[in-house]
């Protein structure tokens, strides 16, 4: 089956960088995406990752690995407005070639001063 | 670029009504519309997908009659909830994949339903 899993709820300091991690269990890989959302609002793109290696965008980093089915996503200097849900999401090909994103239920990070 | 308008941002309507929600990619052509639906503190649940000009696909579980989906145009696709019920009441959320453009999702702002 699909199965994305990825830590309920963390918790950082202001200033501080944390690492939050996805694990996926999809056929068809066909790319994963980070999102953030704020409560209430909808989800706006953070990154993504198709090939394994590090994307590094500002202060927000993304890793993939593949072959482990894993991605991080690093959040560096953290900032008060950081704190949000961290949406992972897994870009599938189905039998009929048609890609789905497939969620995980999301990462929720509190940052306190 | 890549602007995603949802309209209504909130709406309250009686059980048994019906509500319909627009969703317009503004500034880009938006060759298939996913339509979401998120209860609190739950990750995005897909409803169906749409391509310009052609019926919809509904997930698993998603009645079809229910949540009419049309997208006429390759910058406009409505959701209607028909019949609504207080179980219906969620956020409901479009994101539209531009045409040619590889990976790129953009959402709309969302829309809270509340059926009484």
């Known amino acids: 089956g699909q199965n994305i899993d990825q830590p309920t709820e963390m918790t950082a300091t202001e200033g501080a960088i944390v690492q939050i991690n996805c694990t996926y269990q999809t056929s068809g890989f066909n790319g994963l995406f980070w999102y953030q959302q704020h409560a209430g609002e909808a989800p706006t793109f953070l990154s993504y990752?198709?090939l394994d290696g590090l994307e590094e965008k500002g202060r927000f980093s993304s890793f993939l690995s593949r072959s482990k089915g894993y991605s991080y996503l690093l959040l560096k200097e953290l900032q008060m407005k950081d704190s949000a849900s961290y949406l992972c999401?897994?870009?599938?090909?189905?039998?009929?070639?048609?890609?789905?994103?497939?969620w995980g239920l999301g990462t929720s990070l509190a940052v306190n001063p | 670029g890549a602007v995603v308008s949802q309209h209504p941002s909130w709406v309250i309507c009686k059980s048994g009504t019906s509500v319909k929600i627009e969703c317009r990619s503004l500034?880009?052509?938006?060759?298939?519309m996913f339509w979401y639906r998120q209860f609190p503190k739950q990750s995005l649940m897909l409803m169906a997908t749409?391509?310009?000009?052609?019926?919809?696909?509904?997930e698993q579980g998603v009645e079809k009659d229910k949540f009419l989906i049309n997208h006429a145009s390759l910058t406009l696709s409505t959701l209607t909830v028909t019949s609504a019920h207080p179980e219906d009441s969620s956020f409901y959320i479009c994101?539209?994949?531009?045409?040619?453009?590889?990976?790129?999702?953009?959402f709309g702002s969302g829309t809270r339903l509340t059926v009484v």
């Open positions: 500034d880009f052509q938006a060759t298939t």
């Open positions: 999401a897994v870009r599938a090909l189905n039998a009929g070639n048609n890609r789905k994103l497939i």
């Open positions: 990752n198709v």
């Open positions: 749409s391509n310009e000009g052609s019926k919809a696909t509904y």
């Open positions: 994101s539209a994949r531009r045409t040619y453009f590889n990976y790129g999702y953009t």
